[in-house]
């Protein structure tokens, strides 16, 4: 079985501490999910979202303060999900989001993908696979800046939640 990281922005005056609320947000069906995703309303990432936040926060230099590349991935206040085998949701406020989205549009890929390469390159390929493996990053880091940089327009919050 797979597992999906997802992203949803949400306004908020809408937004509820409620984790029974917050898990209603993620029930919708992927016909729903991919037109919010087109519209930069949610995004997902697949399985290797782990290596998604080391390529932001984990391949940064020692004793980095906890800014706007910790909270990309899986940054933001815990809200625990109802059942004991559920990850707590993961709330930004629209306040950081805007940061994470400044932090985007102005991170340089290539930059982060020579910190962060030699340890995600094996966990997905052999090194003659770089290239292809770097191009599923760059288009994730694209989507994601496409996403945040949205929800920043819209001065709203971000709602994330791991999805078996």
Known sequence: MS???HFRAVPPPALRNSPVWLLRLFEDDW???RERIGRHREEVLDKGYLDHEFLYAGALPPH???GPPAHVVLGGRPVFAP???RPPFLLLTAAQAGR???FLRAADFDAL???A???IVPRHGDPDM???IRGIFAAAHRDLTAFYTRTAQQREAVVKWLLP
Do not use: I, L, N, S
């Open 64 to 66: 980095t303060p906890d």
């Open 31 to 33: 016909d729903t999910v």
């Open 113 to 115: 993908w020579r910190r």
């Open 3 to 5: 597992t999906y990281f």
């Open 83 to 85: 059942g004991p085998d």
């Open 100 to 102: 994470v989205a400044g």
């Open 117 to 119: 390469r030699d340890r």
């Open 130 to 132: 770089e290239r292809q």
